[in-house]
């Protein structure tokens, strides 16, 4: 083993970026009935409901997505929550939980204002206003660096949840054309329109917005006009303004019919290209290397001197090692051949 060291030259390095992709597929029966309701999980606070992919309770349960809903003070469901009598807390908490999701997704104005979901995406202009929304938070698990652009599909029925063939009357929303058209004010980076129809969607009305690398769906609730999400025959708003969050969210898990997208790991490597000249690295200077106590160069003085290369070490500027590469098997060092390791470190 060769332990001499080398200094990289500029040539000798590179960096590349590669982008992997994974499809995944969230099935409506995984949702609302191949276990029933044990790998839904409730909290006390009912801010949220959880999904698992597996009952929650075991511990090879994946955590999956979270689901919420929300409003703007704003709204009209606001004040018609309090014409309705309904608590003041459920109130509290929807305006809550809609202004957490807005301060981080879309920010606040220069006076210190939340500012509310666009149709549109021009977030600090006018235009129409999501206020109240429906709220899909995917798991790093699923969602990995980000959500690939263009691949999100979500299929929901829209009849009643008590319909027998609901999921016959199928709504699909995706992000299309978002691989060209997506925007990227917002605090957390690039974000795409999510449309009901693919024919039209520069002068289609968005219906949600979809937040690639946070990996979070703002669906607006608007989509649900014909039917309620608890199963009457009421205009959405009866439900949002009306019945906890746990309640909404059960409504709408109860009407996925499925969920896609392709996922995104970034993938940076820096590549290190260890150059072996002909004249490099032909003696070994391990001290284990030894024969009768005696460290082996050669057998006799005609002989060509030989080395076995078995392991790369990258070290920094003041000699501590940073890194090791084992090679699969031991390689013939001598003068009359030449080598060239390649190192990848990926992080």
Known sequence: MATVYKTFLNNDAASTR???????????????????????????????????????????????FDITCGYASSSPLSSSAVT???????????????????QVLAGHDVNGNILEFDQDGNIAGGGTK???????????????????KGSFSLKLATGSANDPVAFSELLTISDYGAQNDYRVNSPTAEYGILYTSSAT??????VG?????????????SVFDQAVLSGSENTYSASLSASPIQVNANGIRNRMYNVEFNNTTELNSSVYFCRVNHNEFNYSANPTYLSSSKIVVKEQS???PVSYVTTVGLYSSDNELLAVAKVSEPLKKDP????????????
């Open 130 to 148: 999501l206020d109240a929304i429906y709220v899909l938070n995917f798991a790093r698990l699923l969602a990995k660096d980000e959500i690939k």
């Open 302 to 304: 005609t002989d060509a």
């Open 209 to 221: 917005l979809l937040y690639y690398q946070a990996g979070i769906c703002i669906l607006s609730a």
């Open 84 to 102: 309705d009598g309904v608590a003041a807390s459920d109130i509290k908490d929807k305006i809550n939980m809609y202004n957490q999701m807005a």
């Open 18 to 64: 590669t982008m992997l992709h994974e499809a995944v597929p969230v099935t409506g029966s995984l949702v609302s009935g191949t276990y029933g309701e044990s790998n839904i999980k409730n909290y006390p606070h009912g801010l949220f409901q959880s999904v698992y992919d597996y009952p929650y309770l075991s511990s090879s349960a994946n955590h999956i």
């Open 201 to 206: 969607p520069a002068t289609d009305s968005g």
């Open 336 to 347: 009359t051949n030449e080598l060239i390791l390649r190192v990848r470190l990926d992080y």
